[in-house]
């Protein structure tokens, strides 16, 4: 497959990516505190999809292992807002079917299957061990914050998540930087500047949009903004 539809599809699930970290960073700003909108996890299962393909079509076992471990948790998160059974039926029956149909191509597929992944000879054992330990780690934080959801039988962001999002995220930074890949360089540069906001607001930091909501026009704009990603 040409590499610039292959690199399409990884630059649109990481615009998505992007999308709901500045849903879920807005939202918190606005607020005051950490939040988890029911945006986050919606945007979070059509991004996964397209990263998981993504992936495979890369030959990257990082990548593709990191995907497989998140989604139901993605799932599970819209359970817990309550979001997931107003979803229509159709969108659900989607969300179910296409990560089954994806991994049916990896075990029955002949160009792109498990196999064609592991043995990739662009990326060296190494640099492969390195890649799936950052995104093992990366993908933890959903685990934990899955775990301390369900304790509380909400979905919540806990400071832990944003400081193994951050630790991740650095090691899959400079597995993009061996690997020469512009997805992944791109999504988790962006990325580490809502990770720390994050957990600077988790620490008590006062929000920036509290200070910029004095003046009546930001005031107006931001609320409007809210409002329309809830």
């Known amino acids: 497959m040409d590499h610039i539809l292959i690199y399409g599809l990884g630059f649109l699930s990481q615009i998505l990516f992007f999308a709901r970290n500045i849903a879920q960073w807005f939202l918190s700003e606005k607020e005051g505190e950490v939040i988890s909108p029911a945006v986050y996890w919606q945007i979070s299962l059509a991004a996964s999809i397209l990263m998981f393909i993504y992936g495979v079509l ?4 990082a990548i593709v292992l990191g995907q497989i471990i998140v989604y139901t948790i993605y799932i599970r998160n819209l359970q817990l807002k309550k979001v997931w059974p107003k979803m229509h039926f159709s969108t659900r029956l989607l969300a179910v079917v296409i990560p089954l149909i994806c991994i049916g191509w990896l075990f029955f597929g002949n160009t ?3 196999n064609s992944i592991l043995k990739n000879e662009d990326v060296p054992r190494l640099l492969m061990i390195w890649g ?3 995104q093992v780690i990366f993908t933890f934080r959903f685990i934990y914050q899955w775990i301390y959801s369900e304790q509380r039988k909400d979905s919540f962001l806990p400071l832990g998540f944003w400081v193994i999002s951050t630790i991740g995220s650095l090691m899959i930074f400079t597995y993009a930087i061996y690997r020469l890949d512009p997805v992944l360089f791109a999504a ?3 990325g580490l500047f809502i990770y720390i906001r994050n957990i600077l607001l988790h620490s ?3 929000s920036i949009f509290h200070k910029l909501e004095k003046v009546p026009f930001f005031h107006a704009i931001i609320c409007k903004i809210s409002e329309k990603m809830k």
């Open 112 to 114: 792109y299957n498990f």
């Open 58 to 61: 890369r030959h990257d076992f």
């Open 132 to 134: 799936s330990a950052g």
């Open 188 to 190: 988790h540069s962006l």
């Open 204 to 206: 008590g930091r006062g």
